[in-house]
């Protein structure tokens, strides 16, 4: 039997969270946080709600997966989220040691990559899952602004 949980599988369920957050006005980044196989935190953008320019997605689950495993350490998790991480949330994700992190589009203008942020030396990337899906929203997202 194949293995369904696969990295394009969790990146749709990052992708859903994305859609909420989209549907809440606010700009369409999800995450999740994946432990053997099983989704310990989920989150989405939460700037404009809570009026706090650190409430990113990954942050977000970075708490919520802490607390879910009682330990500040993400050791063995992996981070699947639709854009690339910013610079603040890439300093979070190096102190959290988290083993793996999956994420969709580059993020060309504020990413940690362009920015040249580190992260923890252990931590493995894999870039590009459902790349075009993450762009797609986030250009209809703005694209609804600037009308």
Known sequence: ?????????FMKKALQEAKTAFDKDEIPVGA???????IIARSHNLTEL??????HAEMQS????ANFLGGKYLKNCTLYVTIEPCQMCAGALYWSQISK??????????GYLTLGTQLHPKTEVIQGVL????????????ATKRK
């Open 131 to 142: 790349a075009d899906e993450a762009t797609a929203l986030m250009k209809l997202f703005f």
């Open 50 to 55: 809570l009026n706090d320019v650190t409430a």
């Open 101 to 110: 992190i999956v994420f969709g589009a580059r993020d060309e203008q504020r």
């Open 62 to 65: 970075i708490t919520a997966a």
């Open 32 to 38: 999740i946080i994946v432990i053997d196989n099983k």
């Open 1 to 9: 039997m194949d293995n369904i949980f696969t990295d394009e599988y």
